[in-house]
């Protein structure tokens, strides 16, 4: 059983920063990638950033480079991201994820295992 907890979220001014958090606990050992997810009110849950978990490599939506940091802490089992000039368009349901393949991972973590959610709102 794989657990996934997000934290962090919250209402913020547009330019303001958010740091999340998704503390794992479960078979920790068998991720081979975390990432993050978000969902914007109205439309499909699309792909952020993601973290190949014993290597550290990641991958960005190109809406979020530049602005968005996705690190980890492998002792805690803990994934974070960071998020910085922050826009309206950022404003969504945040969701963690994590996966036993990489390759399923960067497919919607078709298979994989999802947080609730937590919720940022960015104001204009």
């Known amino acids: 059983q794989v657990q996934l907890v997000e934290s962090g979220g919250g209402l913020v001014q547009a330019g303001g920063s958010l740091r999340l958090s998704c503390a794992a606990s479960g078979r920790t050992f068998d991720f081979a990638a975390m990432a993050w997810f978000r969902q914007p009110p109205g439309k499909e849950r699309e792909f952020v950033a993601a973290l190949d978990w014993a290597a550290g490599n990641t991958v960005y939506a190109d809406s979020v480079k530049g602005r968005f940091t996705i690190s980890r802490d492998i002792a805690k089992n803990t994934l974070y991201l960071q998020m910085n000039s922050l826009k309206s368009q950022d404003t969504a349901v945040y969701y963690c994820?994590?996966?036993?393949?990489?390759?399923?991972?960067?497919?919607?973590?078709?298979?994989?295992?999802w947080g609730q959610g937590t919720q940022v709102t960015v104001s204009s």
């Open positions: 994820a994590a996966n036993t393949r990489w390759s399923r991972m960067l497919r919607l973590n078709v298979g994989g295992y």
